[in-house]
T-cell receptor, first 114, second 115 residues
Framework: ETGVTQTPRHLVMGMTNKKSLKCEQH?????MYWYKQSAKKPLELMFV???????ENNSVPSRFSPECPNSSHLFLHLHTLQPEDSALYLC?????????????FGPGTRLLVL | GDSVTQMEGPVTLSEEAFLTINCTYT??????LFWYVQYPGEGLQLLLK?????DKGSNKGFEATYRKETTSFHLEKGSVQVSDSAVYFC??????????????FGKGTKLSVKP
């Protein structure tokens, strides 16, 4: 399945580093999402973009900064993270944001903050 | 607000056993309901969905029926295989109010199937 790709697949970073996660969708969708998946916690929606415009920011700390240059690409810029930010970060896309459309997920980036 | 509650895992079954994973929801309006599956080391993928009451979603031998009267969307499979071992997520797609367009996920149920 190559509909939604994410790079890198694994990332180890120190608390003072700056890194970026990249997501690309090849499905012609208009909406893209960032989720955080931590052990023993429900999947947490972080950001939603619809037609490149951010429509949702779920009280995410400012050390996470999203960027959506076009409908096919989504970035998550990371800086001065904390160890508790270690998690699997999942990107998803859907045709629109009606709530009835299937979201297609990428494989995720496994992030470890030391 | 809208929410999804699914049975806690882990669930361990023998091959060819019957599977039920319970899911109930609370929602305003008329949500769509989804089951997603996450295999080890992968992202989530849609297993099945239903968009209105009494709809039955089915895929790969799995089934779930949208029951508005009991606000449930239980996942069933008559005969599980080792390859079904994964984490299963029930989700609600809101079409109303502030969370419109977002998926609300349950906590996930880990299924292990032994040969």
């Amino acid at each position: 399945e190559t509909g939604v790709t994410q790079t890198p697949r694994h990332l180890v970073m120190g608390m003072t580093n700056k890194k970026s996660l990249k997501c690309e969708q090849h499905l012609g969708h208009n909406a893209m999402y960032w989720y955080k998946q931590s052990a023993k916690k429900p999947l947490e929606l972080m950001f939603v973009y619809n037609f490149k415009e951010q429509t949702e920011n779920n009280s995410v700390p400012s050390r996470f900064s999203p960027e959506c240059p076009n409908s096919s690409h989504l970035f998550l810029h990371l800086h001065t993270l904390q160890p508790e930010d270690s998690a699997l970060y999942l990107c998803a896309s859907s045709q629109d944001v009606t709530g009835r459309e299937t979201q297609y997920f990428g494989p995720g980036t496994r992030l470890l903050v030391l | 607000g809208d929410s999804v509650t699914q049975m806690e895992g882990p669930v361990t079954l023998s091959e060819e056993a019957f599977l039920t994973i319970n899911c109930t929801y609370t929602a305003t309006g008329y949500p769509s309901l989804f089951w997603y599956v996450q295999y080890p080391g992968e992202g989530l993928q849609l297993l099945l969905k239903a968009t209105k009451a009494d709809d039955k979603g089915s895929n790969k031998g799995f089934e779930a029926t949208y029951r508005k009267e009991t606000t449930s969307f239980h996942l069933e499979k008559g005969s599980v295989q080792v390859s079904d071992s994964a984490v299963y997520f029930c989700a609600l797609g809101s079409n109303y109010g502030g969370s419109q367009g977002n998926l609300i996920f349950g906590k996930g149920t880990k299924l292990s199937v032994k040969p």
